[in-house]
């Protein structure tokens, strides 16, 4: 399972009564591979897997592998503690995913022992390919990091922790290890191509794009940017467009996710408002956001 271009993860939407909107999910996957998305990553972080019943996981990855039929890879979440992520593992291959994100386990901080004996134990419980997700309670040492990618069905790394030097040191380890040509590493952070042109120098051409979700001509158009050298339309996208939206994003915890969601509906898609404890934006940052789309699509279509 070998991905290219720009990752798409979805929101998650949801319906007046605050119940996952299968239909409106449908549509918004399909905008987005129809856009050209190089992976679709259902129930993930952007579409707050922190706040769906396991049900709700495998629900939303059926609509995925149904509405994408076999035009790109699925992937959805599994995580937390370990018998719900092999729960969830579990029901993510029965709705017929092509692999799983595996996010950290919950709350608790383990050694680096225990989270392979995490990802060994959650892994047995599927036969799909696992990307491991690297962030909060998870951090790897590298020697972890190679540990993990010999384990025979884990095909990759997200990173969301943003340290390059450490994640320098992870490629490099990995990379020495045998048989992990295939092997892949992906930028995992809010906004990533705030940072993709670093993790590019390190050997870390993907990453997930939220921006995508709701403009995919602006997520596009800077990634292939990026791939070209085009220092100039690079620039300008991260000085007038990525460097004002991550401003506002950080203005509030959990805008990561619930600005995308506003994105997606801004741009003509009802996706419904986020679950708690995420807070919807104001009108006022709304209202901002619909002016930086408006100036980013402006830019890439000059």
Same mark, same amino acid.
């Given at each position: 399972?070998?991905?290219?271009?720009?990752?798409?993860?979805?929101? !998650?939407?949801?319906?007046?009564?605050?119940?996952?909107?299968?239909?409106?999910?449908?549509?918004?996957?399909?905008?987005?591979?129809?856009?050209?998305?190089?992976?679709?990553?259902?129930?993930c972080g !952007?579409?707050?897997?922190?706040?769906? !019943?396991?049900?709700?996981?495998?629900?939303? !990855?059926?609509?995925?592998?149904e509405t994408t039929a076999g035009r790109v890879p699925v992937l959805a979440a599994a995580g937390g503690p370990t018998p719900v992520a092999r729960d969830q593992a579990a029901r993510v291959e029965r709705a017929g995913a092509d692999g799983i994100l595996l996010l950290p386990p919950y709350l608790v901080s383990a050694p680096q022992q225990g989270l392979v004996r995490y990802v060994e134990e959650v892994t047995a419980a599927t036969d799909l390919p696992v990307v491991f997700y690297q962030r909060g309670t998870a951090r790897l040492a590298e020697s972890t990091a190679a540990e993990l990618a010999a384990l025979p069905n884990v095909v990759g790394l997200k990173d969301g922790i943003g340290d390059i030097e450490r994640m320098h040191r992870i490629v490099r380890a990995v990379r020495a290890v045998p048989g992990t040509e295939d092997f892949q590493f992906f930028n995992g952070l809010p906004t990533a191509e705030m940072t993709a042109p670093a993790y590019r120098g390190i050997g870390v051409a993907l990453y997930s794009s939220a921006v995508f979700a709701f403009a995919p001509e602006i997520a596009l158009a800077f990634h292939r940017a990026l791939a070209e050298g085009d220092e100039s339309v690079v620039t300008t996208l991260l000085d007038e467009f990525y460097g004002p939206l991550v401003a506002l994003r950080d203005e509030v915890p959990g805008y990561a996710v619930a600005l995308v969601k506003a994105g997606v509906t801004l741009r003509g @898609?009802?996706?419904?408002?986020?679950?708690?404890? @995420?807070?919807?934006?104001?009108p006022e940052h709304v209202s901002r956001l619909g002016k930086l789309i408006d100036h980013g699509l402006g830019v890439v279509q000059a």
């Open positions: 399972m070998k991905f290219h271009g720009v990752l798409f993860f979805p929101v !998650t939407p949801f319906a007046a009564d605050g119940s996952l909107d299968e239909e409106r999910l449908a549509q918004h996957i399909d905008n987005g591979v129809a856009a050209g998305a190089g992976g679709v990553f259902v129930a !952007t579409g707050e897997f922190h706040a769906l !019943t396991s049900d709700e996981v495998e629900r939303a !990855t059926r609509v995925a592998v @898609l009802d996706v419904g408002g986020v679950r708690a404890p @995420l807070i919807d934006p104001t």
